[in-house]
Nanobody, 127 residues
Framework: QVQLVESGGGLVQAGGSLRLSCAAS????????MGWFRQAPGKEREFVAA????????YYADSVKGRFTISRDNAKNMVYLQMNSLKPEDAAVYYC????????????????????WGQGTQVTVSS
């Protein structure tokens, strides 16, 4: 089981940027694809971005494509989400997740009841 801890959330003005980090523990971290999800109040958790084991393949939700960039550093057991041009609708709790899959597209289908999830980090965007 991989343990995940997110950080980097905060309050930012619309148009601003934030970089989220996800620290992972576990020897199998570098084998699997990793992803970011988010959940706004009153809404279901939704997929944001995913990356394969090497970082050579990524997959994004249409709503963040061109604004967000996912990356990873396997030597440090870290996954990052660079968020630029933030909009008020990006405000949510952001979660890092994995479920022992290798394809970024498969990460998008991870069931919140399964896999490994962090505790989340709050992102607030003021208009």
């Amino acid at each position: 089981q991989v343990q995940l801890v997110e950080s980097g959330g905060g309050l930012v003005q619309a148009g601003g940027s934030l970089r989220l980090s996800c620290a992972a523990s576990g020897r199998t971290f570098s084998i699997y694809a990793m992803g970011w999800f988010r959940q706004a109040p009153g809404k279901e958790r939704e997929f944001v971005a995913a990356i394969n084991w090497s970082g050579g393949s990524t997959y994004y939700a249409d709503s963040v494509k061109g604004r967000f960039t996912i990356s990873r550093d396997n030597a440090k057991n870290m996954v990052y989400l660079q968020m630029n041009s933030l909009k008020p609708e990006d405000a949510a709790v952001y979660y890092c997740a994995t479920d022992r899959v290798v394809s970024p597209r498969r990460v998008a289908t991870i069931d919140p009841r399964n896999g490994s999830w962090g505790q989340g980090t709050q992102v607030t965007v003021s208009s």
